[in-house]
């Protein structure tokens, strides 16, 4: 059984977050991936901007981090995996919606599994549609069309 913990930094956790949860749910069991514990954590550009810049030496906002830990844990006699962390910035995903005239709610799915490809071990040098690693993202957004997190109508910051 797979675990998400969601969280937010300087804003309250946003209704959607079980909505949010759900598909992330989905996802994991489409990359038959099980006993993880993973988080996300949603919040603005200042915060991610932070942590871009102590982290990747970029300072400027992103739209999507991943910090990988990669670890198993023993608990109650289970072993557990704890691939790391995915941070989002609201702010960006929102402009990043608007520039690529996709919805938001596309747009925040596609965040989420791209950063937990990246927890998967999995990367890409370049931004290019021949990526394995963003076909695959594309592919699983495909495949899970039907999911939604936001409200119908919903836009972000």
């Known amino acids: ?20 949860k ?5 996802v994991l069991e489409q990359l038959h991936r099980d006993n993880w514990d993973l988080s996300v954590l949603f919040c603005g550009d200042a915060y991610i901007r932070s942590l ?3 982290f990747r030496q970029q300072d400027e906002p992103t739209d999507v981090l991943s910090f990988a830990l990669g670890e198993s844990i023993s608990e109650a006699g289970e072993c557990r995996y704890l691939p790391g962390d995915i941070i989002i910035s609201l702010e960006t995903l929102a402009e990043n919606a608007r520039y690529f005239k996709v919805p938001p709610d596309e747009e925040l799915r596609r965040l989420l599994i791209h950063g ?28 899970l069309a039907d999911e939604r997190i936001l409200p119908c109508g919903e836009q972000l910051p």
């Open 1 to 20: 059984m797979n675990r998400i913990e969601v969280q937010a930094e300087a804003e309250p956790l946003p209704a959607w977050s079980d909505a949010a």
């Open 22 to 26: 759900r598909f992330m749910l989905r």
């Open 52 to 54: 871009n810049d102590r």
């Open 116 to 143: 937990m490809l990246h927890l998967d071990g999995w990367d890409h040098p370049t931004n290019g549609e021949h990526e394995p690693m963003l076909q695959l993202q594309e592919q699983l957004l495909v495949e």
